[in-house]
Structures are given as structure tokens and as C-alpha cells.
């Protein structure tokens, strides 16, 4: 069982940053592949990115990936989501979720976060 707690999120202007981090319980962390996913008003969740135990990342598009940037300190049991360079199209209640499988799919994560909320204005 994995317990998550997403935090770090807010109001911030456009071109601005923010960093998300997202608390695990549970001895077994760093054998999960960590993602995040966001999803806004009335749209899908959409992935945004994952980690595997060791390092791997994983980033849908290469306009996401240029701007954000996913890590992890398994000492720590926290996955981090860095993002620069926000546009008001990255606004969104993020998500931070486990899975045993590296995914871009939502339904591959078997365990999910509550959500932050980020807003970016123009």
C-alpha cells in the first residue's frame, strides 16, 4: 500500500516556475515508478511524466519536456516535478500517482495522490 501527498502547488504568473513534490509512505517507494498527470476543467487527465526507480524519466512531448523535469529522492520517499517556463495552458489540478509498470497510461498507476492545484495567469 502506498499512501501519496501531493504539495508545492499555487498561483503564479506565466513564464514563472514552480516545483510540486509529492510524499510517499510505504517501505516499498523506490520499487514504484512515479508519475504525474494533470488534469484541467472539463479535459482528460493527461500524463506528464514519470520516473523509474533508478532514474529513468519518461516526458510525453518534447515541449514538456523542455520545461519540465521530474526527479526523485528515494531517501526521502518524495518525487519532484520542477516546472519552468509555466504558460496559462499548463493550469490544472496535478497529480502525483505509483505505478509497478513504467506508463504514460493512467490506468497502469495503481495508487494516486489527492491533487494540487496550479494556476498559471497570463
Known amino acids: 500500500q502506498v499512501q501519496l501527498v501531493e504539495s508545492g502547488g499555487g498561483l503564479v504568473q506565466a513564464g514563472g516556475s514552480l516545483r510540486l513534490s509529492c510524499a510517499a509512505s510505504g517501505r516499498t517507494f523506490s520499487t514504484y515508478v512515479m508519475g504525474w498527470f494533470r488534469q484541467a476543467p472539463g479535459k482528460e487527465r493527461d500524463f506528464v511524466a514519470a520516473?523509474?526507480?533508478?532514474?529513468?524519466?519518461?516526458y510525453p512531448t518534447d515541449s514538456v519536456k523542455n520545461r519540465f523535469t521530474i526527479s526523485r529522492d528515494n531517501a526521502k520517499n518524495t518525487v519532484y516535478l520542477q516546472m519552468t517556463s509555466l504558460k496559462p495552458e499548463d493550469t490544472a489540478v496535478y497529480y502525483c500517482a505509483a505505478s509497478q509498470t513504467r506508463s504514460a497510461l493512467s490506468s497502469a498507476y495503481d495508487y494516486w495522490g489527492q491533487g494540487t492545484q496550479v494556476t498559471v495567469s497570463s
Open positions: 520516473i523509474t526507480w533508478s532514474g529513468g524519466t519518461t
